[in-house]
T-cell receptor, first 114, second 115 residues
Framework: GENVEQHPSTLSVQEGDSAVIKCTYSDSASNYFPWYKQELGKRPQLIIDIRSNVGEKKDQRIAVTLNKTAKHFSLHITETQPEDSAVYFCAAPAGGGGADGLTFGKGTHLIIQP | NAGVMQNPRHLVRRRGQEARLRCSPMKGHSHVYWYRQLPEEGLKFMVYLQKENIIDESGMPKERFSAEFPKEGPSILRIQQVVRGDSAAYFC?????????????FGEGSWLTVV
């Protein structure tokens, strides 16, 4: 099955600076890479995703990049704001290109310092 | 369009009791996934179901845990003879098809506390 590694486990940045979270995956057949944001006591919510036919996707202050050769993908948040503080999870299909759930990274606790 | 509905949101059980957690997927979704999240930890896959079928239960403990998704009604995650280590948030998610390129949407979670 798929193995997803996520770094760093904790990231503290000054408000207004950029934050980058990185993930690697093991199965070259994986074709879909979502990112979820989870606030304390709440459910994980999808914030952006990327499919393997593109290398980058942007949505306002959030972007995701994918390097299929190296099997890694990254979340970029620019002009960080206090409401960006949360735990962020990356994920990949558990069965590579199959249809049996998502395997998640262990999460990154993003702290935005005022 | 209601999202993924889970109940109860919070459940307290004494050691040895049974816990039943329910999940109704989003309208039009026929695939259901259960995840467990321990405090300060990530999301661990437990089981993947379609209507009347368990597709993948590789993440589910072999004993005391079971899941079903009947033809009618919600999916149910059942934990028998609960122990303190079962205390966690249990999230259900659904998708219209398998996750090969499809988004899964999470419910609000059921927080189980075993005392």
């Amino acid at each position: 099955g798929e193995n997803v590694e996520q770094h760093p486990s904790t990231l503290s940045v000054q408000e207004g600076d950029s934050a980058v979270i990185k993930c690697t995956y093991s199965d070259s057949a994986s074709n879909y890479f979502p990112w979820y944001k989870q606030e304390l006591g709440k459910r994980p919510q999808l914030i952006i995703d990327i499919r393997s036919n593109v290398g980058e996707k942007k949505d306002q202050r959030i972007a995701v990049t994918l390097n299929k050769t190296a099997k890694h993908f990254s979340l970029h948040i620019t002009e960080t704001q206090p409401e960006d503080s949360a735990v962020y999870f990356c994920a990949a299909p558990a069965g590579g290109g199959g249809a049996d759930g998502l395997t998640f990274g262990k999460g990154t606790h993003l702290i935005i310092q005022p | 369009n209601a999202g993924v509905m889970q109940n109860p949101r919070h459940l307290v059980r004494r050691r040895g009791q049974e816990a039943r957690l329910r999940c109704s997927p989003m309208k039009g979704h026929s695939h259901v996934y259960w995840y467990r999240q321990l405090p300060e930890e990530g999301l661990k896959f437990m089981v993947y179901l379609q209507k009347e079928n368990i597709i993948d239960e590789s993440g589910m403990p072999k004993e005391r845990f079971s899941a079903e998704f009947p033809k009618e009604g919600p999916s149910i995650l059942r934990i028998q003879q609960v122990v303190r280590g079962d205390s966690a948030a249990y999230f259900c998610a659904s998708s219209p098809q398998g996750t090969s390129g499809n988004t899964i949407y999470f419910g609000e979670g059921s927080w189980l506390t075993v005392v």
